[in-house]
């Protein structure tokens, strides 16, 4: 209730999360993440395609990944969301901007509520891309952030808080799953 009452997303100008995380979804994303079932990518790529192409004023958008943090495709092999972004890039043809990156090698997920809200501002810092796209003037008008689980919404804000600072107008977030 606590998110409901002050809600933590402040930057963006839409949140869509797809699906609620529990049940046969939340079985889904672990199979993905932790049991390496990377044959889901393109499932959840066309799942976010759709996603995409039913939005009104969101089909021109550039994709914007959320980062992973250090050291994690070095230990797992992969990201989740580079992958996803891969074939929305060379299947579905949108742009694919990697403007943000992360410093920070806390695991989200070992964070509870406070900490997270803590840690804002502190995790991510605009990519030498966005610092170049800025210095010459070329950055989009409007973005769309992805990520695959949205819990307090600390991440995404902490990276729509930087993407709208450095000068992009309109934010969208798109998640596949959203923690109720």
Not at 82 to 93: A, G, L, N, S
Request: overall charge positive.
């Amino acid at each position: 209730m606590t998110c409901r009452e002050s809600p933590v997303v402040k930057s963006a100008d839409f949140v869509f999360p797809i699906l609620p995380y529990r049940l046969w979804a939340k079985n889904l994303l672990t199979a993905w993440k932790l049991g390496g079932h990377r044959e889901l990518s393109p499932v959840f790529a066309r799942t976010l395609h759709i996603a995409i192409q039913n939005q009104e004023g969101m089909k021109d958008s550039v994709i914007v990944p959320v980062p992973p943090r250090p050291g994690k495709i070095k230990k797992n092999g992969w990201d989740q969301i580079d992958e996803i972004c891969t074939f929305m890039r060379y299947k579905y043809r949108y742009r694919v901007f990697k403007l943000l990156e992360r410093i920070s090698r806390t695991q989200q997920k070992k964070l509870n509520r406070e900490g997270r809200l803590s840690s804002m501002g502190s995790v991510y810092v605009l990519s030498e891309l966005c610092k170049k796209m800025v210095s010459v003037n070329q950055l989009p008008s409007s973005v769309i952030l992805v990520d695959d689980v949205m819990t307090t919404g600390a991440t995404v804000e902490s990276c729509a808080f930087l993407l709208k600072e450095c000068g992009i107008s309109k934010i969208n977030i798109l998640t596949l799953f959203i923690v109720d």
